[in-house]
């Protein structure tokens, strides 16, 4: 079983990364382009369990590790 | 007589200046403690150093808050030992709970080292006292991830309770946004505890001690420790 973690920065949190990524998609030409957020991607292996232990587990490494809540927001889906 | 802690981090790499300063400074050599270790002697200030703790993987000093060490650091920090956190030992604060709100990326996005000038807003701290409040010095920068947020309550109760210790101000004591060198809310520089006692700062006063290394701005922080100490004795 894996968990498919996404983080993103909050509402209201500065993100200059992203900032940059939107002129740069502008720099290539392409039109249309409204604000760009970017965050992260994780993956976890958490080998055989049940899905109610893993998302125990899952919500417990998001939230005291993978992401910092005071900035950031975390979702997941384990399959 | 001066018991200071030094933790070292893999990536650590402001630890052995900061040991040299407090050397120098108040004539007690710090005690150098690995993040691996269980527990920290028993110190009159805990000094977490800046760097780049490994690596600045996942988010700076996201990792080093779980470090072993830090579980007793933790606790002596709520038990009353003293913590300073410089640059990268700022964001591990953070990062561990003992200081509100977070380090962003830069809003330049750009790593910036430098001297900047800070205003002491609060000169009544364990690490401030040999400062003047009102007064502007200069101290280096030296950081990519030094934009300091919090939400609008924590932002109001750092200010109503006096817990910014230094804010980015221009060469006058101006503390404008064009002053602030990486996007700061409230162009903060540093911060404090509830305590006072636990003091985050990007900027590193280790690297201004004595005037061969271009000024000695930073070594009252260093003074004002061992004052603190030599008071309560």
């Known amino acids: 079983m894996k968990a498919h973690i996404k983080i993103t920065l909050k509402t209201g949190v500065l993100d200059p990364q992203g900032k940059a990524i939107e002129g740069a998609i502008k720099g290539l030409g392409i039109g249309g382009i409204g604000e760009v957020r970017q965050g992260k991607y994780i993956e976890v292996d958490l080998g055989d369990t049940s899905t109610s232990a893993a998302k125990d587990v899952v919500e417990r490494m998001c939230r005291d590790l993978l992401a910092n809540t005071v900035i950031e927001n975390y979702s997941y889906e384990i399959g | ?233």
């Open chain 2, 1 to 233: 007589m001066l018991r200071a802690s030094v933790i070292v981090f893999p990536g650590s790499n402001c630890d052995r200046d900061v040991k040299t300063a407090i050397e120098r400074v108040t004539g007690f050599a710090p005690k150098m403690i690995w993040h691996g270790d269980a527990s920290v002697p028993s110190s009159d200030m805990i000094v977490l150093p800046g760097g780049f703790s490994y690596g600045d993987y996942l988010r700076c000093g996201a990792m080093a808050a779980h470090s072993p060490i830090m579980k007793d650091v933790i606790a002596k920090a709520k038990g009353g030992t003293p913590v300073l956190g410089i640059c990268n030992g700022f964001q591990i604060l953070c990062e561990s709970g003992l200081l509100p709100g977070a380090l962003l990326r830069n809003a330049s996005l750009h790593f910036i080292c430098r001297d900047v000038h800070l205003k002491v807003e609060n000169d009544q701290t364990f690490f401030t006292k040999c400062y003047r409040k009102g007064e502007i010095i200069k101290v280096p920068i030296a950081h990519g991830e030094g934009n300091y947020f919090a939400d609008a309550e924590t932002l109001d109760r750092l200010e109503g309770d006096g817990r910014i210790a230094f804010r980015y101000t221009d060469a006058s004591g101006a503390v404008t946004p064009a002053a602030c060198p990486n996007g700061a809310m409230a162009n903060i520089a540093g911060i404090t505890n509830e305590t006072g006692r636990v003091l985050g700062m990007m900027p590193h006063p280790e690297r201004l001690y004595e005037s061969a290394l271009g000024g000695t701005d930073g070594r009252r922080v260093f003074e004002s420790a061992l004052l603190s100490v030599l008071e309560a004795a």
